[in-house]
């Protein structure tokens, strides 16, 4: 079956530091894969997707890797600040006859310190 | 704009009973998911939709029933709740997902349930 796996349950790091995340499947050759946040209490919140025929996508602070060799997808959040603390999670698509769903990873709490 | 609402945030029940958690969502998404969160496994996917009258399991369905009779909604029933369905359960939708034209989910709030 498919496996997604966050090499880490928790980063700290400096504020203005580059703050990076690591993501790896097996079992599987997704579509995309997705990134989402999420704070205390709260549901998760998308934050960006990338395809299986893209490297990297950008948005502000935000920049996603994909290597569909490595099976692997890096997450850098650069000039990292206090409000960027949440735990995120990578989520890739699974498809059946009923359509397609997603899976996610554990997720890892980041917590950045000013 | 209520966007995807779940009800009832809290929920204390007690081993064997039934209990339904509701979920809607107010976009006429086509696909609606739900997923139960705990410490050590992150979100876990029990069952989800395509549409009215399609769906189907996830990772997780023993013990659960879900039904689809209208887009908007999409409820969770527990048949007789075991203390290991004690959870955060998280319901969600998005447009439509065909493979090769992704798109993201949008999450409810959460209703936390604990079973005695």
């Known amino acids: 079956s498919q496996k997604i796996e966050q090499n880490s349950e928790a980063l700290n790091i400096q504020e203005g530091k580059t703050a990076t995340l690591t993501c790896n499947y097996t079992?599987?050759?997704?579509?995309?894969l997705q990134w989402y946040r999420q704070d205390p209490g709260r549901g998760p919140v998308f934050l960006l997707l990338?395809?299986?025929?893209?490297k990297e996508k950008r948005k502000e602070r935000l920049k996603v890797t994909f290597d569909t060799t490595l099976k692997q997808s890096l997450f850098h959040i650069t000039a990292s600040q206090p409000a960027d603390s949440a735990t995120y999670l990578c989520?890739?698509?699974?498809?059946?006859?009923?359509?397609?769903?997603?899976?996610f990873g554990k997720g890892t709490t980041l917590s950045v310190s000013s | 704009d209520a966007g995807i609402t779940q009800s009832p945030r809290y929920k204390i029940t007690e081993t064997g009973r039934q209990v339904t958690l509701m979920c809607h969502q107010t976009?006429?998404?086509?696909?609606m998911f739900w997923y139960r969160q705990d410490l050590g496994h992150g979100l876990r996917l029990i069952y989800y939709?395509?549409?009215?009258?399609?769906?189907d399991k996830g990772e997780v369905p023993d013990g659960y029933v879900v039904s689809r009779s209208k887009t908007e909604n999409f409820p969770l029933t527990l048949e007789s709740a075991t203390r290991s369905q004690t959870s955060v359960y998280f319901c969600?939708?998005?447009?439509?997902?065909?493979?090769?034209?992704?798109?993201?989910?949008?999450f409810g709030p959460g209703t936390r349930l604990t079973v005695l």
């Open positions: 969600a939708s998005s447009v439509s997902t065909p493979r090769q034209v992704a798109d993201t989910q949008y």
């Open positions: 079992n599987y050759s997704p579509a995309y």
């Open positions: 990338i395809r299986e025929n893209e």
């Open positions: 989520a890739l698509d699974i498809f059946n006859q009923a359509g397609t769903a997603l899976i």
């Open positions: 976009w006429s998404h086509s696909y």
């Open positions: 939709s395509a549409a009215a009258d399609i769906t």
